[in-house]
């Protein structure tokens, strides 16, 4: 991976981590307590995210064997994430609406897009 890429990533990530400080704190977002991993609002998004979760490894695997572009590239794996991550907003605001969790979620989905974009456009310089 390239410095540039590397150095750009690690910028977005940082203010990713401080926009969910803030929001949590100026919108008195929760963070459920004991939870390690995510726990997902019911079942219909547990097994809508594996689906999607899967179909993104078989789009993957035929990318890197079957196109025979073995290299995968990073943005890739932006993309998995930002659709896995698009779902869960939709999710969390459809069946959690009143712990506005989806507001985090619609702000992590906004920085993976800005990750693929600046990927996409630092790998092209």
């Known amino acids: 991976m390239e410095p540039n890429v590397l150095f750009f990533l690690i910028i977005v990530l940082i203010l990713a981590f401080v926009a969910e400080r803030v929001l949590r704190n100026k919108l008195n977002i929760k963070k459920r307590e004991g939870e390690f991993l995510y726990k997902h609002t019911n079942r219909i998004h547990f097994w809508g995210e594996g689906f999607i ?54 702000v992590t989905s906004f920085m993976f897009m800005v990750m693929f974009i600046g990927v996409e456009v630092i790998s092209q310089m």
Request: with cysteine; hydrophobic share 60%; proline share 2%.
């Open 53 to 106: 979760v899967f179909l993104s490894l078989i789009i993957l695997f035929l990318i890197a064997f079957i196109l025979d572009n073995v290299m995968l590239q990073p943005y890739y794996f932006l993309a998995c994430a930002i659709v896995i991550q698009v779902f869960r907003s939709i999710m969390e605001w459809k069946y959690r609406k009143e712990s506005k969790q989806y507001i985090i979620s619609i």
